[in-house]
């Protein structure tokens, strides 16, 4: 995979940056995106320490300007791996769930990818086995109580991928979702601190199955990958 380039968001930890972080191991070039400029460049230095080659780029992806910025700033480039993995999380019931926080969390988890891809659609046509990979979750497949604002938008995410992956079929790229169950990230010990880890998904497995699915031969897909713990009962 060397000479492609991969622009990977939420790259700044957890999975996204072990998703970078496996790519770069392959020789790709990747285009870190996050808010925090210090934990990208963080991930950007350890990647060069491993011999790969990234670049950073911080922004809000809630931010249509920004967003935009970073389309020009690929402009004319192409782009094989798109993986849209910046996500937030909501853990509450719908009667304490404000409409701030709805609104928030479907800019975050819905609206943000939708636009991103469509911004770089031009930079993924480049390429002649191009992926866009959207991190889904575990709730697209089994419903649980108290994230119907969080399920909602991964099972809209579900939605776009498999409408996009039918839309763009003809143009050879494919479009999937990898949906992992609990895993191993900040993200994780913030929603569920002291989770016994045996239930939890490594980000490195998340990644190695985004590898698998980005190097797959041209016109060849495979959809709806779902990854968890057999320790769940
Ligand atoms: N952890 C789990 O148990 C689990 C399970 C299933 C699915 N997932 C999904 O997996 C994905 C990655 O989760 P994770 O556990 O790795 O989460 P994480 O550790 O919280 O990392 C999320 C990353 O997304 C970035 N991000 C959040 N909002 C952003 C925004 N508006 N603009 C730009 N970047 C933004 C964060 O950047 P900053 O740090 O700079 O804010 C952070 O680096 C998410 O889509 C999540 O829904 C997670």
Redesign the pocket.
Known sequence: MTNQRAVI????????RAIARRLAQAGVHCVL????AS?LQDVAAEIAADGGEASVQA????DDAAVADLGAALAGRTVDILVN?????LISLMEDTSNDQLDHILR??LR?PYILTRTLLPNLRRSDNASIIN????VTAISVPSVSAYTAT?VGLKGLTGSLAAELKSERIRVVMI?????D????A??SPGIDKAL?VQ?ETIADMVYAVASLPRGITTSDCVLYSMAWE
Do not use: E
């Not at 995106?33 to 925090?36: K, L, Q």
């Not at 991190?135 to 575990?138: A, N, Q, W």
């Not at 990230?185 to 994780?188: H, I, L, N, Q, S």
């Open positions: 968001t939420g790259a700044g930890q957890g999975t996204g995106v996050g808010r925090t934990k922004l809000d992806l809630t993995c910046a996500g937030d999380w975050v988890n943000a991190i889904g979750s575990l991964k949906s992992p169950g609990p895993a990230t900040p993200m994780r913030a929603a939890l980000p």
